[in-house]
């Protein structure tokens, strides 16, 4: 099992940061540009343990991945997981930790790929720099959402 972990402090609130993430179009919002997402079919919503099939496009690579929420706690956090797609395995924890009058965003992933080794040591370097990125991304994006919302 892989794992990979990302944060970033705030200044808002957890509760504000949290229902920023809950925001009509937040997804979207965090969705990098060199990434194209298309939401072919969405049931329910994070809270009520909804699910999600994305087409996803990263250069000529493409793929469906089906995922679903789980561990919904209001102001503090929300688990998605994978149902079907490119892992043997992925779990991503986004928990929101108040920090005095601040919080912290951290973006906790557990995941498998489906690469045996040797190759598996050097698909994860792949997978956690490409993982770097796009949390850089979608830090920075959050922050400004934020700072504009709060």
């Known amino acids: 099992m892989s794992r990979f972990k990302f944060e970033t402090p705030f200044n808002c609130s957890a509760a504000d940061l949290f229902q920023w993430h809950m925001q009509t179009g937040a997804f979207e919002r965090l969705c990098p540009p060199w990434i194209k997402v298309k939401v072919l079919e969405q049931k329910g919503k994070i809270e009520d343990k909804g699910t999600v099939l994305l087409e996803i496009r990263e250069g000529i690579i493409k793929f469906r991945w089906h995922l679903a929420h789980d561990q919904y706690i209001p102001n503090k956090q929300f688990c998605d997981y994978q149902l079907s797609g490119p892992f043997k395995s992925w779990r991503h924890f986004h928990r929101f930790i108040e920090n005095g009058e601040n919080s912290i965003l951290i973006d906790e992933i557990e995941y498998e790929l489906p690469v045996p080794p040797p190759l598996g040591k050097f ?9 770097t990125q796009l949390f850089k991304f979608r830090h920075e994006v959050t922050k400004n959402g934020c700072q504009t919302k709060v």
């Open 123 to 131: 698909a994860e370097a792949l997978v956690n720099l490409r993982l």
